[in-house]
């Protein structure tokens, strides 16, 4: 037995809203539960610079006010307590020598207090320093 086929001229379409619809709201629910770096909270007068190159943040990040509060990643220390900090602070797998620290000073910031700090970064084994500036 032959059948036949009957054609009456429509032909079958996929409507693309709903699919479009899902893709937008997809999109911007990842936007939005997208986990961005956390900065301290912290004002600061960066120094400017010619020569400033972007850096990835990440590591350890060291705050200098100008006041003189000193900050370490989010928690608040002092020059007497930043080494230990710095001590006990576990890189992972990373050695020390190699883990990048992140130094921001405030401009009005003495150089005598960004040598000291420079200097406890050191001791407690960190090679890797950046300074960080503004560009001009």
């Given at each position: 037995?032959k059948?036949k086929?009957?054609?009456?001229?429509?032909?079958?379409?996929?409507?693309?809203?709903?699919?479009?619809?899902?893709?937008?709201?997809?999109?911007?629910?990842f936007?939005?539960?997208?986990?961005?770096?956390?900065?301290?909270?912290?004002?600061?007068?960066?120094?400017?610079?010619?020569t400033?190159?972007?850096?990835?943040v990440?590591?350890?990040?060291?705050t200098?006010?100008?006041?003189?509060?000193?900050h370490?990643?989010?928690?608040?220390?002092t020059?007497?307590?930043?080494?230990?900090?710095?001590?006990?602070?576990?890189?992972?797998t990373?050695e020390?020598?190699?883990?990048?620290?992140?130094?921001?000073?405030?401009?009005?910031?003495t150089?005598?207090t960004?040598?000291?700090?420079?200097?406890?970064?050191r001791e407690a084994?960190?090679?890797?320093?950046?300074?960080r500036?503004?560009?001009?």
């Open positions: 037995m059948l086929a009957r054609r009456n001229g429509i032909q079958p379409n996929v409507d693309m809203t709903p699919m479009i619809d899902i893709v937008f709201q997809l999109i911007l629910f936007l939005v539960s997208t986990t961005f770096a956390v900065l301290p909270g912290i004002k600061l007068n960066l120094p400017t610079s010619h400033a190159e972007g850096t990835s990440q590591g350890i990040t060291i200098a006010e100008k006041t003189g509060e000193i370490f990643n989010d928690k608040e220390v020059l007497d307590t930043l080494g230990q900090a710095l001590a006990d602070f576990d890189t992972g990373v020390k020598t190699q883990f990048p620290v992140s130094l921001e000073a405030d401009a009005d910031v150089n005598g960004i040598v000291h700090l420079f200097d406890i970064i084994g960190f090679s890797v320093i950046n300074l500036t503004t560009s001009e």
